[in-house]
């Protein structure tokens, strides 16, 4: 077993030099099938290899979140502005019209709500036949690295990655911070890097000090989440930090509906 005095961050990154096994333009997948690669050109700009992303999952685990109280009225005028909708299937198959053509992140894992203590314990709630039938472009799964469902959480990936190889589509790991956990570049080398090696294809997590060390240590695309609510210079600020670190994009969720309450204490979601 690894000494955990013995673990210790690496100390060359080698931030200034390019991804090696670059010949898509998606970091990380030269090695996948077609069409895994048509999934994630639904999802990454061809020409520039960078997302927007629209999350509007909160209300699986908060319920009707101020500023999302009705989706079908505020979601699909966005159309037009976002490259892709993160969402859970009802939201999708009740609220947004089919015709719409932006990419799906489909939330794929559910289980907790904010009426508990621990958000951590969540399972696998959609199959991956019905994310077929979503068209889905790629399936989200949280994971939670040092919280008490870590486990059953990486399980939880391991069993949609291994799912989503079988029929070519894309896996998205979720990485969530809880109330207890350090929001510091440590914590997220550690967490990105472990999902990635799970498999999955996307990895979403937030902004950090030292933030171009994480994307560099990770060998698959990371697309940031927005967080709390910001103003809009600060939400502007921070996607140039972003993008200017290396992210492959943004997953904004509270920094794009503007009626969203602060008072919330969002740790989970974008």
Not at 28 to 33: S, Y
């Amino acid at each position: 077993m690894a000494d955990l005095d013995e673990l210790k961050v690496a100390k060359n990154y080698y931030v200034d030099v390019p991804f090696a096994n670059q010949r898509f333009q998606v970091k990380g997948c030269n090695g996948l099938d077609w069409g895994m690669k048509k999934h994630l050109s639904n999802i990454f700009n061809p020409k520039t290899g960078k997302t927007v992303m629209f999350a509007f999952d909160h209300g699986y685990f908060m319920g009707s979140t101020a500023g999302l109280e009705r989706l079908d009225l505020k979601i699909p005028p966005l159309a037009p502005y976002v490259d892709v909708w993160m969402a859970t299937r009802g939201a999708l198959r009740t609220c947004i019209p089919a015709n719409l053509t932006n990419g799906v992140a489909l939330r794929v894992t559910s289980g907790s709500s904010m009426v508990q203590e621990d958000l951590s314990q969540e399972v696998v709630a959609v199959d991956i036949e019905d994310a077929i039938r979503m068209n889905a472009d790629c399936m989200a799964v949280q994971t939670f690295i040092g919280a008490d469902g870590q486990l059953s959480s990486l399980e939880n990936l391991s069993k949609v990655v291994n799912a989503g190889f079988r029929y070519s589509i894309p896996t998205m790991g979720v990485v969530a911070v809880g109330k207890q956990m350090e929001r510091t570049d440590r914590f997220f080398k550690l967490a990105t890097r472990i999902v990635a090696e799970l498999g999955c294809q996307i990895v979403k997590t937030y902004y950090c000090d030292n933030f171009e060390e994480v994307v560099s240590a990770c060998p698959v695309p990371i697309v940031v989440a927005g967080g709390k609510k910001l103003t809009e210079k600060d939400a502007l600020e921070m996607t140039y930090k972003c993008i200017r670190g290396g992210a492959a994009g943004v997953d904004m969720g509270r920094n794009i509906f503007p009626e969203y309450s602060s008072g919330s204490d969002g740790t989970r979601c974008a």
